[in-house]
């Protein structure tokens, strides 16, 4: 299939699509610099907590990959929409961040004020995103705080993210720690919940088959990606294998080894 000239737009997941770890996967520097060449739309979509727009164009530009802090998406932004849309209702004033420092800069902007030590007892609201940092304490507190009545907002429910080395645990993994000792289900912002694809909208991806999504997981990226109403397109590069997909209800459009397959290689194959 011709991927170039069949898509006007085309997103990608970054984790286990554009790079693993320090490494590119495939022939993505090469792929982004066609793309761009033919005056195609592009965006970066993450479920990732940790790293800012800016943070990601600068790892990309080192590996060899230029991009733009607008055309990127984390879950976080979609974390800030999540939360703008239920504080009315809610009435959250307050705020315990379990996080990055992004994350936290992000929730600020919402305008809640953030609340710490002993203080994060009485939080309106609980928000959980993956962090080096994670530890007991920041466990012990969230489950008070929600037991106390608080909300309980998880940037993403992804339980795990490939690294070079393997699986490493992400926030899903993290949540079900606090879920398990509050009995709270943590409502979540990230792929595949509808408000990081109401941010592409936002930037101008419209929501057709115009629109190839890219991406290494079924339910995250081609579940999200279909509700969308975008194209999607499943690469054997990240958390899925092909042992993985068996009788999976979740479907996407083409099935491909890697990100090479947008150079026209043979790698790929169309599901349909």
Same mark, same amino acid.
């Given at each position: 299939m011709?991927f ?8 990608f997941?970054l984790?286990?699509?554009? !790079? ?6 495939g022939?993505? @520097?090469?792929v982004?610099e066609t793309l761009?060449?033919?005056?195609k739309?592009?965006r970066f979509?993450?479920n990732? @907590?940790?790293?800012?727009?800016s943070d990601?164009a ?9 991009s733009?802090d +607008? ?8 974390t800030v929409?999540?939360?703008k849309? *239920?504080?009315p ?9 379990m996080?990055?420092? !992004?994350? =936290?800069?992000?929730v600020r902007?919402?305008g809640l004020?953030?609340?710490y030590?002993e203080?994060s007892?009485?939080?309106?609201l609980?928000?959980?995103g993956?962090?080096?940092e994670f530890n007991?304490e920041e466990?012990k507190?969230?489950s008070?705080?929600i037991?106390?009545g608080a ?6 429910a992804?339980?795990? !993210? @490939?690294?070079?080395?393997?699986r490493? @645990?992400?926030t899903?993994?993290l949540?079900?720690s606090?879920?398990?000792?509050s ?6 912002a990230?792929k595949p919940?509808?408000?990081m694809f109401d941010?592409l909208?936002?930037?101008g991806?419209a929501?057709?088959? =115009? ?5 290494d997981?079924?339910s995250?990226?081609?579940a999200?990606? =279909? *509700?969308a109403g975008y +194209?999607?397109a499943?690469?054997? +590069?990240?958390v899925t294998?092909?042992?993985?997909l068996?009788n999976n209800?979740?479907t996407p459009?083409?099935i491909l080894?890697?990100?090479s ?6 790698q ?5």
């Amino acid at each position: 299939m011709d991927f170039q000239n069949s898509f006007d737009h085309f997103v990608f997941d970054l984790d286990g699509v554009i !790079y693993s770890g320090e490494k590119t996967i495939g022939d993505s @520097p090469r792929v982004l610099e066609t793309l761009r060449k033919n005056k195609k739309g592009i965006r970066f979509i993450t479920n990732n @907590p940790s790293r800012s727009p800016s943070d990601y164009a600068e790892k990309l530009s080192k590996l060899g990959i230029e991009s733009y802090d +607008s055309e990127f998406v984390t879950s976080p932004m979609a974390t800030v929409s999540l939360i703008k849309e *239920k504080t009315p209702s809610e009435k959250w004033k307050t705020v315990f961040i379990m996080g990055s420092d !992004y994350l =936290k800069n992000e929730v600020r902007r919402t305008g809640l004020v953030e609340l710490y030590g002993e203080n994060s007892l009485g939080a309106d609201l609980v928000v959980m995103g993956s962090h080096p940092e994670f530890n007991l304490e920041e466990i012990k507190t969230a489950s008070i705080a929600i037991g106390n009545g608080a909300g309980f907002i998880g940037t993403n429910a992804d339980y795990f !993210y @490939p690294c070079e080395h393997g699986r490493a @645990p992400a926030t899903g993994a993290l949540l079900a720690s606090v879920e398990a000792a509050s009995g709270k289900k943590a409502v979540t912002a990230g792929k595949p919940e509808r408000y990081m694809f109401d941010l592409l909208e936002e930037s101008g991806v419209a929501p057709t088959k =115009k629109t190839l999504l890219v991406g290494d997981s079924l339910s995250t990226d081609v579940a999200g990606g =279909k *509700k969308a109403g975008y +194209s999607t397109a499943l690469v054997l +590069s990240g958390v899925t294998k092909k042992t993985d997909l068996g009788n999976n209800e979740i479907t996407p459009d083409f099935i491909l080894e890697n990100i090479s397959f947008l150079l026209g290689s043979r790698q790929g194959t169309d599901h349909k």
